[in-house]
């Protein structure tokens, strides 16, 4: 028996109504259109009515796909150092962070230029991803503390580890060196599988992160960096240097790493949101720990004196200036080890202000020493000899010595 055939829709009568283009039902659909998208944008904000909002107030008004390329601020690093610190803002992170790594060991072949446009497709790829999940920050906000900066940055976090391969350098876990750039800067883990640390890692997220327009700044622990999104009426500390992404309040942050002292926290350099040019002075640092300990002392010296300049108040950057220029002075000025034997002075990463305050003591020490009155020497008495000649106090300026001459 031949099988009944449906009709299709085509075939279907038409309403005599819709037959004439009666005005009165099409007047009638309209409005009736009309009032249900009306009442579904009600009840859209009655579900969602800040959470989204927050969302949305962050999201580019651009296609992900046309988000604005990062341009150079400057071709070297003495460019930067010679901005006002006030137009530091201007420079991006991830620029300063690369031209402060430039001339390290390990970056000999850094393309700066390359590296930030593969920042820029990083970041529109979290865009995407992140736009593609916002559905879940919408039926459950509370799964992420309804806060939109911590789903964010969840995203984020998420996206540059789980697809483009970022991740922690193991080996740094117990053995710590300084001696590699790829360890402390963000060119380590762009371009290569060196992976990065707690010094760079933070700062790959805050780069990518304002590529997308979020308000997220750089924090210093002692020992440890993060990173914090602090705006549009949120605070959300964000941990990524382990696998996935944790989010710690401060309190958390005053006994680990390293416990942070009553006096540490109130001078001010510890658990606040680091200003660019205190940024800058951090990248500075990380470029003085890995000329030192690959014996270019007076470059330390240099990259430490220009973060003691951005950042005055934090007594570290002080403490390594003064102790790399330690180094640079006659074997007279050694720390005198065991046995007598001269030791080069040490540098203190652990307690900088411990350091400081002993280099405030030796200096109020000599400062007493030259304004006493000096001592009136008893006739016939030989004056001791001294290898700087007849200048009292403080020593001539120090010159290298010179292959097959006395050092002067």
């Known amino acids: 028996m031949p099988r009944k055939r449906h009709k299709s829709r085509s075939s279907r009568p038409v309403p005599e109504a819709l037959k004439t283009g009666s005005k009165k039902t099409l007047a009638g659909v309209t409005l009736g259109v009309v009032l249900l998208m009306a009442l579904a944008a009600v009840a859209h904000l009655a579900f969602f009515p800040d959470n989204e909002l927050a969302v949305t107030s962050t999201s580019p008004t651009v296609p992900p796909t046309a988000l604005p390329k990062v341009r150079r601020s400057a071709e070297a690093l003495d460019d930067v150092l010679k901005m006002p610190p006030e137009k530091l803002g201007n420079v991006d992170i991830a620029e300063m962070n690369l031209l402060c790594a430039t001339g390290l060991p390990g970056a000999e072949k850094l393309d700066i230029n390359r590296c930030l446009a593969r920042l820029d497709e990083w970041a529109s790829r979290v865009e995407r991803e992140t736009e593609r999940h916002l559905y879940k920050f919408r039926q459950t906000p509370i799964e992420y503390y309804n806060s939109p900066g911590y789903f964010r940055m969840l995203m984020l976090v998420t996206v540059l580890q789980q ?5 922690y350098n193991l080996e740094r876990v117990r053995n710590i060196d300084f001696t590699k750039s790829q360890d402390l800067f963000i060119h380590g883990m762009i371009g290569s599988d060196n992976g990065g640390t707690c010094v760079s890692m933070p700062v790959l997220y805050t780069a990518i992160a304002r590529r997308l327009r979020y308000p997220v700044k750089l924090v210093l622990a002692k020992e440890h960096v993060f990173c914090r999104w602090d705006g549009l009426g949120e605070k959300v500390n964000v941990e990524g240097a382990s696998r996935g992404m944790h989010s710690f309040d ?6 680990w790493p390293h416990p942070i002292s009553e006096a540490e926290m109130k001078a001010g350099y510890f658990l606040n949101s680091l200003s660019p040019a205190e940024e800058v002075a951090s990248f500075l640092a990380s470029r003085g720990h890995c000329l030192l300990d690959n014996g270019r002392t007076e470059e330390a010296q240099i990259a430490y004196a220009a973060a003691h300049r951005l950042a005055p108040k934090d007594p570290a950057y002080f403490a390594w200036m003064w102790q790399t220029q330690g180094q640079l002075l006659p074997p007279a000025f050694a720390r ?5 034997i001269p030791e080069p002075p040490l540098v203190y990463r652990h307690d900088p202000l411990a350091e400081a305050n002993r280099i405030d003591a030796i200096n109020r020490a000599n400062m007493q020493r030259l304004t006493q009155p000096p001592v009136p ?3 016939g008495a030989s004056e001791p000899p001294s290898p700087y000649g007849r200048a009292p106090g403080f020593p001539q300026p120090y ?3 010179v292959p097959g001459q006395v050092p002067r």
């Open 399 to 401: 010159r290298r010595p």
């Open 250 to 255: 401060d309190e958390y942050y005053k006994t």
């Open 163 to 167: 697809d483009l391969g970022v991740h």
């Open 336 to 340: 005198i080890g065991p046995g007598g």
């Open 377 to 379: 020497r008893q006739p």
